[in-house]
């Protein structure tokens, strides 16, 4: 009691002072986290007895309930605070005070039990040098991005990755020891986000723009309310939450969720660690972690929705595998996280519903047909799951549910699509089919062979459970497997259809599961392999007994591929922290700024409030782009809340540009999109030609060297169809509720470098 008192005084009395100090703003920050990103959780861990022996499953654990705590007040807090008449309840006196209410409650619950805390305790015999290179790690990634950023030098990025594979070859060599695996695990985790999260002052990624501008609207209007509109508003974890966080904190919306959340994701491979520590062995959880961590898409874009699901499911399945939901407190704990997951990300919800219900069948066909299994899922979880995140999607966002509703559709049509062409675009297959150099054959071959370990692996793991149970014997943790054989038909399923998630997203989801599975499939080949040599050549030295140096080396060279290290070693690399004219997913200020060009001085503006489309296109002004750039243009013009419709300019089903298709509105060439060359020309990418075309053909009135924007007379203009003067719309974000009190303030006019045609 004594500690939260202290923090909570910290706290508030740094937030009468002004934080212009980074001090300051720092103590503030800390206190915040501490308080409502930590300590809720950690008292519910004591208050539920969750029977928590070491520090590493009470932390992730602690975070997990904490952030599931902190959505719930913040939905609650804007459905109930407004019949009081409180307007704003996101703002920072009523969240913070009601956070602190439920701190002070539960701490005085916790004062009445006699549960006790994990001591941590380590006796580390490690080398300070070794623990140096481990501690440092994260340091050694940012300034690396620091260096790319301030001088386009990927020297830092080299470095940073050598030091990475060194940690793994410290590992293999058992240099680091075991109680030192899991801190590990997560320096290399979260050094693997931030060395690509901070090239760029922005969220990168694709889904996470979209996420980020409504998280920018919540934070402005002070309230959560499915009125603001968007499939966004039903995953408040990765909206609303972030926005929360910064009005406690203090701290930047893109900080919130370029570290804050960074650190968040990266607690996932280490409660993958502990889960499959328990259930297989230490060997097995390493590799199967690193396997996870170093998955491109596990650190290639800021963590949204399902990244941060991701870690709802492992700390569910901790509990689970811990306490079989055994007390009143682990279900309790087992609902919660389960929330935290539906308002993370539906796809992960879905699938892992899925997966549990077909477990839960699957077990009892075992029964009946092989042998009694002693098991301890029930029909009635995976099925409260699926109904009350459907309920949740029902009631938070329409759009959503009608995208749900698509997908048997979308199926049909996929089917139809196989069988016409044989290959459904963002499928298994169509990634197979794009192979375009030696290096990109190698890493699909890599990514091939890592995937036959992992289904050897669970092959072996359920043909050895099926005997047990059919020779009576009782498995241990046959619900893992179980759970696990859903998730890889899933992972097979999305080689032929997407299921509106990409084969690489699907593989990334189903990981969290799976990654266990591939060491073991390596240890069962290497020691069936080394009897066989013995066999053949007895005079062999092979030892018996597994040798994880082929696994460890392969795991390095993946990370290699991943990172964009052996690309740029060897030739050019296609990623941004390796070269910094590569066309992908980081986003510049400069970039932005044509789109906030757009907003200031056209008659691009905002809508009153979120309008579904009503077919009305002449409404809507086109922004033609490339398939890159129009995810940026999700944070920065969506068409939800602008009078804007973005069009690509060429994508895989229309892969040719012709400049007839762009007839009016404004085209935005980012420059890093914009070929050097004229052939081999990527659909993602212009031509220089293209470019060409485009600003000799139609009017720039923007250009700051790294984005140019293009006004395009419409085609009506001559007929005087489409009015001739634009609006001057202001650059800031309107309130859409009428809860949400003030004007919107005009922005100050930027330096048009042309005039538009749109004003002659």
Known sequence: MTLIAGLLVVFWGSTLVSTSSGILLGVRVLAASALYLFLPGALLVRLLNLRIGSFGPFTILSVGLSFTLLALVTVLSSVVFPIFGVGAPLGFVPLALTLTLVIVGLAVLVSSTETTLPHLHYELDVSPWVLALVAFLPGVAA??????????????????????ATIVGLAFLQLIPQQLYPFTIFAVSVSMLLHRNLLSEHVIGADIQSMFYTATVVGNTQIWSPAIGGSSLAVPMVSAVPAAVTVLTGIELTTTYKVVYVLLFALAPVGLFYLTREIFDTDIALYGSLLFTFYHLSFYFTPDKQLVAELFVVALLLVYFGTYFETPGSKLAGVLFTVGLVYSHYGVAYVF?????????GLFVVQ????????????SYPVLLLVGATAW????????????????????????????????????????????????????????????????????????????????????????????IPLFVFLGSSYFFTLNLWADRAYQMVLIVLAPFMPIGYRMLAEKMGVVIRRITPQSVVPEGTSW??????????LGFNSGFLFAAIGTSHSATFNGDAHDYVFENDERAGAEWLIANTNVSETDAYQPRDGNSAREIPIFTDTVTSQMLRSELPESYYNTETRQFKNEWSPQFEIENIDRGYVYIRERGVSETNTDVPTSRLSSDNETEITSTHNVVYNNGAATVVSVRPAAFADGTVAQNETTANGTTQQRLALANGDSAEAPKQTVHDASAWDR
């Open 143 to 164: 300034v690396a991005a620091i260096v790319m950023n301030q001088f386009g030098s990927n020297v830092g990025m080299y470095v940073f990755v050598v030091a990475t």
């Open 353 to 361: 519903g899925f997966a549990l219900l077909a477990a839960v069948v």
């Open 368 to 379: 009946r047909i092989v042998g009694d299994v002693e098991h301890r899922l029930s029909l």
């Open 393 to 484: 999607y029902a009631y938070s966002s329409p759009e959503l549910i009608a995208t749900l509703q698509s997908v048997p559709l979308s199926l049909a049509d996929q089917v139809v699509t196989l069988l016409q062409t044989g290959l459904v675009e963002g499928s298994g297959g169509s990634y197979v089919s794009e192979g375009s150099g030696t290096l990109d054959d190698m890493h699909l071959a890599l990514y091939i062979l890592l995937t036959v370990f992992l289904g050897v692996g669970l092959a072996w793991q359920v043909l050895t459970q099926l005997y047990e149970i059919r020779t009576g014997q009782s498995p241990a943790y046959v619900e893992y497997t179980a759970l696990a």
């Open 549 to 558: 140096a082929v696994l460890a080396v392969l795991l390095v060279v993946l």
